[in-house]
């Protein structure tokens, strides 16, 4: 559990921040203007990602409890971790620095949980 606070804690303070500026870019598509998307994109992807890591980690804490299926939280998981790499790049132009930890750490820890729930997540029948 302690992983999991560490290494998604700041991605979800970030998706925190970046629910405030979604009126902003909806504003932006309605009058035409398509430099919100990607915004609006990695924010959704984020709470998909999100939502597949509640999930997964509710199914691994007890096996028996009825969350999302494995094919929902596989998907999720990818919206996730795309939504990780794009606000990487959106971030990153200027070169790799100290900040790239934030980016790096829920990956590892996304693999680590896929690890862990392998036997629900990665099952054919789901």
């Known amino acids: 559990m302690l992983e999991i606070v560490i ?10 921040a970046g629910l405030i500026v979604i009126p902003v870019s909806i504003m932006s598509l309605a009058e035409g203007e398509f430099g919100g998307l990607p915004l609006l994109a990695i924010i959704l992807g984020g709470g998909l990602g999100m939502t597949s890591l509640i999930a997964l980690t509710l199914k691994i804490l007890d096996p ?3 969350t999302l299926s494995p094919r929902k ?5 990818s919206c996730g971790v795309l939504s990780i ?5 959106v971030v990153g132009r200027g070169g790799i620095s100290w900040q790239a930890i934030f980016f790096v750490l829920p990956l ?6 896929l690890y862990l729930g392998r036997s629900y997540v990665l099952r054919k029948n789901g």
């Open 7 to 16: 290494c998604f804690g700041p991605m979800l303070i970030l998706l925190g």
């Open 64 to 66: 028996n409890l009825s």
């Open 73 to 77: 939280i596989q998907l999720f998981m």
């Open 85 to 89: 790499l794009g606000f990487a790049f």
């Open 108 to 113: 590892f820890a996304s693999a680590h949980l």
